[in-house]
């Protein structure tokens, strides 16, 4: 099974500063078949389900503000808000699909706080 | 617009089952796969499997393997996930989620979630 593991669990930021998470995999989740990325985000708001940020590591989804982005490749990732808003306060996840259709797995999720 | 709507809420003993159902809107039912995920209280995303709805194929993770059954009925545009000899951690808020056309492994919309408590 392939394991992903977020880093930090929790981190405080400043209004209008950068917020940088890191997600790893425990194998390669790079297909060298159509040079991908088989790597999403996810963002959840408290008492709501999760939002689709990113996919294929590094795709928006449609009107996700360009503050986020994602970066990475083979088994390190990252998230970036490169200036926390107030509505970015949230639990962000992880998720490999490249088991997939066998296989999904979430990160445990960090917590972004404003400072 | 796509809309997934779940179930209410269930309070079940240990050992009974329960059928959480998610009915879509908005899009072309058969042309998508739903993803079952759950989330226990204070703790993190756990995908438990997905139902194709055109096949009615599944896939889940081995843990639920005996428990989990995800059916659909494409007259209704409703998906269901039924688990059954509940435990008491199985108490979580279970989300459907519709996995993407093109990245079937990716969801892009998603239910409110329904709320399973077991609890004798």
């Known amino acids: 099974d392939i394991v992903m593991t977020q880093s930090p669990d929790s981190l405080a930021v400043s209004l209008g500063e950068r917020a940088t998470i890191s997600c790893k995999s425990s194998q390669n989740i790079l297909y060298s078949s159509n040079n991908k990325n088989y790597l999403a985000w996810y963002q959840q708001k408290p008492g709501q389900p999760p939002k689709l940020l990113i996919y294929?590591?590094?795709t928006r989804e449609s009107g996700v503000p360009d503050r986020f982005s994602g970066s990475g490749s083979g088994t390190d990732f990252t998230l970036t808000i490169s200036s926390l808003q107030a509505e970015d306060v949230a639990v962000y996840y992880c998720q490999q699909y490249y088991g997939s259709p066998r296989e999904l797995t979430f990160g445990g999720g960090t917590k972004v706080e404003i400072k | 617009q796509v809309q997934l709507v779940q179930s209410g809420s269930e309070v079940k003993r240990p050992g009974a089952s329960v059928k959480v159902s998610c009915e879509s809107s908005?899009?072309?039912?058969?042309?998508?796969?739903i993803h079952w995920v759950r989330q226990a209280p204070g703790q993190g995303l756990e995908w438990m499997g997905w139902i194709n709805l055109k096949t009615a194929a599944t896939n889940f993770v081995q843990k639920f393997q005996g428990r989990v059954t995800m059916t659909r009925d494409t007259s209704i545009s409703t998906a269901y996930m039924e688990l059954t000899r509940l435990r008491s951690d199985d108490t979580a808020v279970y989300y459907c989620?519709?996995?993407?056309?093109?990245?079937?492994?990716?969801?892009?919309?998603w239910g409110q979630g329904t709320l399973v408590t077991v609890s004798s």
């Open positions: 989620a519709r996995g993407t056309a093109l990245v079937p492994g990716v969801t892009d919309y």
């Open positions: 294929w590591a590094s």
């Open positions: 908005g899009y072309t039912f058969t042309d998508y796969y």
